[in-house]
């Protein structure tokens, strides 16, 4: 489908909670949780520069230095712009930042951290009202030039905006929410987009609120999974993944998890093949009513 060279694991591995934002891993338990991965056919690693108030690349890029893995074998993922208020950087609000000499200079540092010479996809993290598509422009091509970054790509970009952007360069991915209850870029023209103009499409949350809210909705896909489960032998997880990935944009979710078991789970979810009716009737339940 895609018309780059890019090649990404069918579910991503999501980094964000591996540090101090979360689990808080040891470099021992962060390089065994990169075999894990890689023993999973895991080989994409999502990253952000702000992951662990600036701290989680440079502990991956150490764990991974130990790892003997080969740097082509993995793909990592990054992002840039977000300035986030932490001991770790001078920020007095947070805000965004695009000018040219900064995505430059947040690139290189991500290369330092992950101890790699490249990426294989770099992200502008959020859009900024003051972004100027021709900096953006600059800074990329620059980074592409010198080899640093093989792709470049949006994340929470809306459709007008990666017009915007692709107005004058190339851009090869989106990462976005997307999950059953979060279904807003089925309809206001995000995956749209992605398929139409063979863009990667990424899912961050892909698991939506199921397991962390309660109420009607909740209740209503909890109903319906239940019904589910027996049918595809499949846990509740693997049913909410397979919904996002029967999506035609060839949607690839990043899977945030720190539990190696619940890591392997979710990779069974690439083998479910939702009935049509099926995905309505999970459809219908996080909406609570039927389509028009």
Partial sequence: MKNN???????????????????????????AMMHHCLELGLTTFDHADIYGGYTNEADFGAAFAASSISREHIQLISK??????????????????YSK???????????????????????????????HPQEIAAAIEQLIKDGKIRAFGL?????SQVKLIESVIPVAANQVEFSLTADKVMYDGTLDDCLANRRYAMAWSP??????????????????LESLTDKYN?????????????HPAEVHPVVGTTRADRLTEAT????????????????????????P
């Fill in 5 to 31: 060279k890019l090649l990404f694991s069918r579910i991503i591995a999501g980094t964000m909670t591996w540090g101090s934002w979360g689990k808080k891993y040891t470099a021992r338990e962060m390089e």
């Fill in 80 to 97: 840039c712009g977000i300035q986030y208020v932490c001991e770790n950087r001078d920020n007095t609000i947070k805000h965004y930042n």
């Fill in 101 to 131: 000499d900064y995505i430059i200079w947040s690139a290189e540092q991500s290369l330092s951290s992950l101890r790699t010479d490249y990426l294989d996809l770099f992200l502008l993290h959020r859009p900024s009202p003051l972004m």
């Fill in 155 to 159: 994340s929470n970009f809306t459709p």
């Fill in 207 to 224: 698991l939506g609120g199921y397991f962390s809210e309660q109420g009607e909705q909740a209740g209503r896909i909890k109903e319906v």
């Fill in 234 to 246: 499949a846990t509740e997880t693997q049913l909410l993944l397979a919904w996002v990935l029967k």
């Fill in 268 to 291: 069974h979810a690439v083998s479910i093949e939702l009935e049509l009716e099926d995905w309505f009737r999970m459809l219908e339940a996080a909406q609570g009513h039927k389509v």
